[in-house]
């Protein structure tokens, strides 16, 4: 049984209600650096104030001026910039290292501000370019990977059994099965890039409501999976994913969503180090255990129980936000660079970036193929004084090199800059394939290809990120094509009378 012929959006003109919200936003952005002036934090010079504030004016222009019905890469990815390198301007203007916190001065915290504004101007510019110069030949694949086909009940049962069974792996991971040398494949397979993907699309095509349920419920459910993991990013990832998916096909974002992200983010990551000490430090945790273990870390981290009492509330959800601040800033670690470099640290030179096309070669043909985490990660965290050889040795949690940081130590400010410019390159290709997939033609393949290529996080170093986001961006290949494969074997061929037969 066939549904009809994928649905084919044309692109759309910008509504009036929606150019009345860009306009708008302009007064709401010269209200957002007067906020900045008036209410950042006194460790911060007023240069400092400005930059942030015009840092969070780029943000809010990107979400508002976002392109209609497409995969908002710039927007979430700007959004994220600034939660990172914008917002910590409203607390103390300190970072932590071997030493203990440590003040940063104010021509650090002015820098570091400023480099962030540099950045995020190089990446929009870059990425506008990039998504206006690659659109025809994001349309050009869009069409011969799924262009014109009929959607039938063959591709709903291919998509559901993908999706169904790259659950099925990421509850095996989570339960810590040992995959052995396939624990990577893996790990891309059962990303909610594919699953969700899969269907969500599944959902608008047949228009049923019992699609949709099921794609919601999916959604659930990866969170719950997520959250089983002890990692708040695994958690966020599948509602993210479905607002920007809703944002491709519908032109808005779902507010009731962002929102419930939101809240169920400032309330369980507080718990986080408490469910990690209680789960993954005890052998043999069964499922339940792991789901349960959570009301247990939430009881610890909000009630006071040597004195069998409750904490008061204000408190709680103080320290809340102060630690889901804690867990966004990056500006501190970028000030803490800049006031390093070149005094204490060199500058790094571009070696290890022009290393990266060699990583992707396989372990076998290079037994010594450095491992990507120290190569950068635990490279900054020593230089840096974050961590000692010792303590990381000891399984203590990675700390990732900052992308603005990471420039400026490479190559000083031009590094800042290229950094940025092939990160906006990236961005406006996602923009662009998923232009190309929901504006003209309506692809699958489009979506998987610009949610796999929009993963890569703007505050984190973008070129020691980059071979694994191409490594999904290929999973996300190979699954299109095996949906594809799989459902023209369901399909029932037509068969013509043969020849004499009446």
Same mark, same amino acid.
Request: hydrophobic share 50%; charged share 15%.
């Given at each position: 049984?066939?549904?009809?012929?994928?649905?084919?959006?044309?692109?759309?003109?910008?509504?009036?209600?929606?150019?009345?919200?860009?306009?708008?936003?302009?007064?709401?952005?010269?209200?957002?650096?007067?906020?900045?002036?008036?209410?950042?934090?006194?460790?911060?010079?007023?240069? +400092?104030? $400005?930059? *942030?504030? @015009?840092? =969070? #004016? /780029?943000? %809010?222009?990107?979400?508002?001026?976002?392109?209609?019905?497409?995969?908002?890469?710039?927007?979430?990815?700007?959004?994220?910039?600034?939660?990172?390198?914008?917002?910590?301007?409203?607390?103390?203007?300190?970072?932590?290292?071997?030493?203990?916190?440590?003040?940063?001065?104010?021509?650090?915290?002015?820098? +570091?501000? $400023?480099? *962030?504004? @540099?950045? =995020? #101007? /190089?990446? %929009?510019?870059?990425?506008?370019?990039?998504?206006?110069?690659?659109?025809?030949?994001?349309?050009?694949?869009?069409?011969?990977?799924?262009?014109?086909?009929?959607?039938?009940?063959?591709?709903?049962?291919?998509?559901?059994?993908?999706?169904?069974?790259?659950?099925?792996?990421?509850?095996?991971?989570?339960?810590?099965?040992?995959?052995?040398? @396939?624990?990577?494949?893996?790990?891309?397979?059962?990303?909610?890039?594919?699953?969700?993907?899969?269907?969500?699309?599944?959902?608008?095509?047949?228009?049923?409501?019992?699609?949709?349920?099921?794609?919601?419920?999916?959604?659930?459910?990866?969170?719950?999976?997520?959250?089983?993991?002890?990692?708040?990013?695994?958690?966020?990832?599948?509602?993210?994913?479905?607002?920007?998916? @809703?944002?491709?096909?519908?032109?808005?974002?779902?507010?009731?969503?962002?929102?419930?992200?939101?809240?169920?983010?400032?309330?369980?990551?507080?718990?986080?180090?408490?469910?990690?000490?209680?789960?993954?430090?005890?052998?043999?945790?069964?499922?339940?255990?792991?789901?349960?273990?959570?009301?247990?870390?939430?009881?610890?981290?909000?009630?006071?129980?040597?004195?069998?009492?409750?904490?008061?509330?204000?408190?709680?959800?103080?320290?809340?936000?102060?630690?889901?601040?804690?867990?966004?800033?990056?500006?501190?670690?970028?000030?803490?660079?800049?006031?390093?470099?070149?005094?204490?640290?060199?500058?790094?030179?571009?070696?290890?970036?022009?290393?990266?096309?060699?990583?992707?070669?396989?372990?076998?043909?290079?037994?010594?193929?450095?491992?990507?985490?120290?190569?950068?990660?635990?490279?900054?965290?020593?230089?840096?004084?974050?961590?000692?050889?010792?303590?990381?040795?000891?399984?203590?949690?990675?700390?990732?090199?900052?992308?603005?940081?990471?420039?400026?130590?490479?190559?000083?400010?031009?590094?800042?800059?290229?950094?940025?410019?092939?990160?906006?390159?990236?961005?406006?290709?996602?923009?662009?394939?998923?232009?190309?997939?929901?504006?003209?033609?309506?692809?699958?393949?489009?979506?998987?290809?610009?949610?796999?290529?929009?993963?890569?996080?703007?505050?984190?170093?973008?070129?020691?990120?980059?071979?694994?986001?191409?490594?999904?961006?290929?999973?996300?290949?190979?699954?299109?094509?095996?949906?594809?494969?799989?459902?023209?074997?369901?399909?029932?061929?037509?068969?013509?009378?043969?020849?004499?037969?009446?």
């Amino acid at each position: 049984m066939n549904v009809g012929a994928p649905e084919t959006t044309p692109v759309l003109r910008v509504a009036g209600r929606t150019w009345a919200a860009r306009i708008l936003v302009w007064p709401l952005c010269v209200a957002v650096v007067v906020v900045h002036f008036v209410m950042a934090h006194d460790d911060f010079p007023t240069a +400092a104030r $400005l930059y *942030a504030g @015009l840092l =969070a #004016c /780029v943000a %809010v222009l990107c979400v508002a001026y976002a392109p209609i019905r497409v995969v908002p890469a710039l927007a979430i990815g700007m959004s994220y910039f600034y939660a990172a390198l914008g917002a910590p301007v409203f607390a103390r203007g300190t970072t932590f290292s071997v030493f203990g916190p440590i003040r940063l001065p104010p021509s650090a915290l002015q820098d +570091a501000t $400023l480099a *962030a504004l @540099l950045f =995020a #101007c /190089v990446v %929009v510019a870059s990425a506008t370019i990039s998504d206006r110069a690659t659109r025809r030949v994001a349309w050009g694949i869009a069409r011969r990977l799924e262009g014109g086909e009929t959607y039938g009940l063959e591709h709903t049962v291919v998509a559901r059994t993908l999706a169904f069974f790259a659950l099925g792996v990421k509850l095996a991971l989570v339960m810590n099965v040992n995959f052995g040398s @396939l624990k990577q494949p893996a790990n891309l397979f059962s990303a909610p890039v594919i699953v969700t993907t899969l269907l969500f699309w599944d959902a608008e095509q047949t228009k049923r409501t019992s699609a949709r349920y099921l794609f919601w419920i999916t959604v659930g459910v990866q969170w719950v999976l997520g959250m089983m993991s002890g990692m708040m990013g695994n958690a966020l990832a599948p509602p993210v994913m479905a607002a920007a998916l @809703l944002w491709a096909r519908r032109g808005h974002l779902p507010a009731g969503l962002l929102a419930a992200g939101a809240c169920a983010f400032l309330i369980f990551n507080p718990a986080k180090v408490t469910y990690r000490k209680i789960t993954w430090f005890t052998p043999e945790t069964t499922s339940l255990e792991r789901f349960t273990n959570w009301g247990d870390a939430l009881w610890i981290t909000y009630f006071d129980r040597e004195n069998d009492g409750l904490e008061d509330v204000g408190t709680s959800f103080e320290n809340s936000l102060g630690s889901a601040a804690m867990r966004l800033n990056t500006l501190g670690q970028v000030a803490q660079m800049f006031d390093w470099v070149p005094e204490r640290v060199p500058h790094a030179g571009p070696d290890r970036w022009l290393t990266v096309p060699k990583l992707l070669m396989p372990r076998a043909l290079w037994p010594d193929k450095p491992i990507q985490e120290e190569f950068f990660n635990k490279n900054y965290t020593f230089q840096f004084r974050l961590q000692t050889p010792q303590a990381a040795a000891s399984g203590t949690t990675s700390i990732t090199l900052p992308s603005v940081g990471d420039g400026y130590w490479r190559l000083g400010w031009p590094g800042v800059a290229i950094e940025a410019a092939f990160l906006g390159l990236i961005i406006g290709w996602a923009q662009a394939v998923g232009r190309g997939g929901v504006s003209r033609i309506a692809s699958r393949t489009s979506l998987l290809l610009a949610a796999s290529l929009m993963q890569l996080h703007t505050d984190l170093h973008t070129f020691g990120l980059l071979n694994g986001a191409l490594q999904q961006l290929v999973v996300a290949l190979v699954v299109a094509w095996v949906a594809k494969w799989m459902a023209d074997l369901l399909a029932a061929p037509s068969l013509a009378p043969a020849q004499g037969q009446v």
